[in-house]
């Protein structure tokens, strides 16, 4: 079937400009996560969905960056005010359920380049 | 915080030859362990979990609680094998099952 999928696969911004960035997950996945994905830094969690629940937004790094997820499926992550520190590859992933016993499943990701 | 620990940025063997990718995580509950691995061009995909004990593509990870470790073990690598490769404990905070990637290491496998 297909797999997780996200949108732009690329986006090059101004700084200062809006972004959204959209993950559509495999459906019937309940947990939806986003991963930023940068030089020096790894692979960072940023938030976590349990439906259309965020439990946990610990890894936002800023005010600036915000998430949603409607009816159980598509998420956004918007980032306002761009800065060229936010500059990465953005990921989702998304599991069946919680815990260990499900993969998460990661999208092809996508790659933020802000000017 | 919890922390991991690839310390191998880079790491090259020649094709036949051993492979070892070290993992070294922070000790906080007892995490699950997996490996991640990304070919080029491919997206971010599961190699191995500990608690299946599998092998996969002659990958195994033995698990170490006194040291804390959860080094990738290949006998013979080939060039296929050549990948970025993450380590990733999960944690479980509450209900949230995030992973907590390592920096990764991009492994080479010559011919």
């Known amino acids: 079937g297909a797999g997780v999928s996200q949108s732009p696969s690329n986006k090059v911004t101004e700084k200062g400009k809006d972004v959204e960035l959209r993950c559509d997950p495999i459906s019937g996945h309940t947990a939806l996560y986003w991963y930023r994905q940068s030089l020096g830094q790894g692979l960072e969690f940023l938030i976590y969905f349990q439906g259309n629940s965020a439990p946990d937004k610990s890894g936002l790094p800023s005010d600036r960056f915000s998430a949603e997820r409607t009816g159980g499926s598509v998420s956004t992550l918007t980032i306002q005010r761009t800065q060229q520190e936010d500059s990465a590859v953005y990921l989702c992933?998304?599991?069946?359920?919680?815990?260990?016993?499900?993969?998460?499943?990661f999208g092809p990701g996508t790659r933020l380049t802000v000017t | 915080a919890q922390r991991v620990t690839q310390p191998e940025k880079l790491l090259s063997v020649f094709k036949g030859a051993p492979v070892e990718l070290k993992c070294n995580y922070s000790?906080?509950?007892?995490?699950?362990l997996f490996w991640y691995v990304q070919y080029s061009r491919q997206r971010l995909q599961l190699l191995l979990r500990?608690?299946s004990r599998e092998s996969i593509k002659g990958f195994t990870a033995d698990l170490n609680k006194g040291e804390t470790s959860f080094h990738l073990k290949k006998p013979f690598a080939q060039e296929e094998d050549s990948a970025m490769y993450y380590c990733?404990?999960?944690?479980?905070?509450?209900?949230?099952?995030?992973?907590?990637f390592g920096k990764g290491t991009l492994l080479t496998v010559n011919p």
């Open positions: 992933a998304s599991s069946l359920g919680e815990g260990s016993p499900y993969e998460q499943y």
């Open positions: 990733a404990p999960q944690y479980s905070g509450g209900s949230n099952y995030k992973l907590t």
């Open positions: 000790y906080s509950g007892s995490p699950e």
């Open positions: 500990h608690i």
